[in-house]
Every structure is written in structure tokens, then in C-alpha cells.
């Protein structure tokens, strides 16, 4: 199957009260990891793409090209959106160009008016090529590729401003944050979002931070009209910790161990274990 926009998937998450995981990929074990069990799982999938990774993996262009290729050889007939995650105006233009069918533009650091303008400039080259367009309002706290936000509640008629210039998805802050919650975090502020949520309608909205938030509060939110969540503290902890425990075992000193291939097959496996467990958590099982 050829990418997709995210629009439709998340359209029918929306309507059916359950929401499509949009989980980072770094490389490409978990870019497999990701993709495989999807389609285990009958699920659509978002592969998210932060400008940081980007980098690493030398550009846009080569992620299209590795990702394309895995949905053929891989024989993927779930539906897959690749989207650019927290992109600057710059870097949605870059992933536009380079062939992602979905992208973020995130202006909720500018100036709410600048925000309005650059987003509108994006509806338009986003809806021409049939590219789905994901914006935000409120910023997301932690740290996200070394932009490091407090966390603030959206305004939610803020909200409706941005959502009614024709986007696709909303993130909007309502006490989430990136990376590792600190012991102290007080919660989601369920209250923003059902406001933001009557506001805004049929719009779906997005979670950011999906690590950490305890169950019970990811399936209330996806209640209130959350569509997308996004993963990847989570998976790269489990990856990191099924590596240490191949290394600390003494697993590289025996045969060919080391081989790489056989150094991040454990870290691969627990990637495919986090997924399918928020898959489940998320309702996304079976509904490709």
C-alpha cells in the first residue's frame, strides 16, 4: 500500500471513538519494528519523523525512499501516514518537497497572528497535493529535539481560530508534556480539553507526551475527541533497556553476536511489544 494522509484514518478514529498511535521512528530497526506490527495488528499507524531524526538519517528524501520501500517489500496493507513531527514553516515545506504525506507545522512558540499566517500558507500547499496538515495551539512542555517548553493550557477559542482555517488535526496543550513525567505532574486538565472539544467540533485532536499519561487518562481523553497520540520516550526506554540487557548478559562476546543485526534484534522486539500494547490501549487493533 502507498502512504497516506492522515486525514481519513484519523477522520474514522474520530467518528469510532478510538485513536491512531503516531510513534517516532529513529532508524531503520524501528521503522520494521513499527511498520510489522501494524500490520500484525490490522492497524493504521502514523510513522512521525522529528526534525532531529531527520537529520540523522541524512534528510527527508531517504526516509521517503527507505519507508516506501518497506511498505512493498514488507507487503504492508494497512494504511501508514508519514508525518513530520514538530516541524518549523521551513522543515513542513522541506517534508512537503521531499514526499511525506503528512506534516506538523508547529508555531505555537511564534506569535499567535504570525502562527494564523504561516498555518494558512500550509492549508493551502497541504490541501493541493493532498497532504494532511496537523497544527498547534499551547505549547507542549519538556524537551522535543532541544526546544524545551513549560507546558500551558491552550486557549480553546484560540483553538477554534486554527481549526477553522482548514487543518486536519490539532494539538492542543492541556498539561501534557514531552519525555519523562515528573513525580509532581498534577494530570491532564480534562476541562480545557472538553471545552476546546466543543469548540471545535468534528476536528480530531492530538496528544502529545503519550508517555507516561496513565491509561485511565489516555482513554478519557480519546473520549473527549483525541485522535492521534504520540509515542516515543516510551520506546526508546524499552529499546535502550533490551540492548543493556543483551550487552550486560554477554550476548555480543558469543559467536557473532555482535553482528548488528543481531545486537538490535532484542531492542527491535521490545519496540514491537511497546506498540502493540498502546495499539490496544488505544482501541487502533483491527481497525485498518
Known amino acids: 500500500m502507498a502512504l497516506v494522509s492522515a486525514k481519513e484514518m484519523l477522520q474514522k478514529a474520530k467518528a469510532g471513538h478510538y485513536a491512531v ?41 531517504t526516509i521517503v525512499g527507505m519507508v516506501k520501500g518497506m511498505l512493498e517489500e514488507l507487503n504492508i496493507t494497512v494504511p501508514v501516514a508519514l508525518h513530520l513531527d514538530h516541524g518549523s514553516f521551513a522543515g513542513a515545506k522541506a517534508c512537503i518537497n521531499a514526499g511525506f504525506s503528512s506534516v506538523m507545522f508547529d508555531g505555537s512558540a511564534l506569535p499567535f497572528d504570525e502562527n494564523i499566517e504561516k498555518t494558512k500558507i500550509l492549508v493551502d500547499a497541504c490541501g493541493v497535493l493532498g497532504i494532511s496538515l496537523e497544527a498547534e495551539v499551547g505549547s507542549i512542555g519538556g524537551e522535543e529535539d532541544g526546544v524545551i517548553g513549560q507546558g500551558e493550557c491552550a486557549d480553546p477559542q484560540e483553538c477554534k481560530t486554527i481549526a477553522d482555517l482548514g487543518i486536519d488535526m490539532l494539538a492542543c496543550g492541556i498539561g501534557n508534556i514531552h519525555g519523562k513525567y515528573p513525580e509532581n505532574w498534577q494530570g491532564l486538565r480534562f476541562d480545557v480539553l472538553d471545552n476546546i472539544q466543543a469548540l471545535t467540533g468534528d476536528m480530531p485532536l492530538v496528544l502529545h507526551g503519550g508517555t507516561g499519561i496513565p491509561d485511565d487518562q489516555i482513554k478519557k481523553a480519546i473520549a473527549l475527541g483525541v485522535s492521534k497520540i504520540n509515542v516515543n520516550t516510551e520506546c526508546q526506554l524499552v529499546f535502550a533497556e533490551a540492548t543493556r540487557a543483551y550487552i550486560e548478559a ?36 483491527g481497525k485498518a
Open 21 to 61: 498511535g503516531a510513534f517516532n521512528i529513529n532508524n531503520l530497526e524501528w521503522t520494521k519494528a513499527i511498520l510489522q506490527t501494524a500490520e500484525e495488528c490490522k492497524s493504521p499507524v502514523i510513522l512521525a519523523v522529528s526534525e532531529g531524526a531527520g537529520k540523522y538519517m541524512t534528510g527527508y528524501k
Open 250 to 285: 554477554g550476548k555480543d562476546l558469543q559467536g557473532k553476536g555482535f553482528d548488528p543485526r543481531k545486537l538490535l534484534a532484542p531492542g527491535a522486539e521490545a519496540i514491537k511489544a511497546k506498540v502493540k500494547e498502546k495499539m490496544e490501549i488505544f482501541g487502533s487493533i
